[in-house]
């Protein structure tokens, strides 16, 4: 079975950073798009960024220029690097990974695929 576990979450000032990770353990981790998504009280889930088997990247427009996605293939992790961060990026943070490309937006095409459990990020103004 396909595990995903994010950590790095937490509180911190506007203006300020953080560095999310995601472990999957597992088979198929080079197959998968895999990205970052997140949820605000009251709000649908939206994707924030995502990454292809080529290395290929997307993001939603609320975080470009501030958030970057990247992964260590060799330590089945991927990570979401949030600097300037806003109140408005308040959310719980979810990883997930799958069996499709990554689409427009920061998000991976609709497909089968799994999602951890989250990490909560606070920004404070």
């Known amino acids: 079975a396909v595990q995903l576990v994010e950590s790095g979450g937490g509180s911190v000032q506007a203006g300020g950073s953080l560095r999310l990770s995601c472990v999957l353990s597992g088979y198929g981790y080079n197959r998968y798009c895999m990205g970052w998504f997140r949820q605000a009280p009251g709000k649908e889930r939206e994707g924030v960024a995502a990454?292809?088997?080529?290395?290929?990247?997307s993001y939603a427009d609320s975080v470009k220029g501030r958030f970057t996605i990247s992964k260590d293939n060799a330590k089945n992790t991927l990570y979401l690097q949030m600097n300037s961060l806003k109140p408005e990026d308040t959310a719980m943070y979810y990883c997930?990974?799958?069996?499709?490309?990554?689409?427009?937006?920061?998000?991976?095409?609709?497909?089968?695929?799994?999602y951890g459990q989250g990490t909560q990020v606070t920004v404070s103004s």
């Open positions: 997930g990974a799958f069996y499709s490309r990554i689409e427009y937006g920061g998000t991976c095409a609709p497909a089968s695929g799994y």
């Open positions: 990454v292809d088997s080529d290395g290929s990247t």
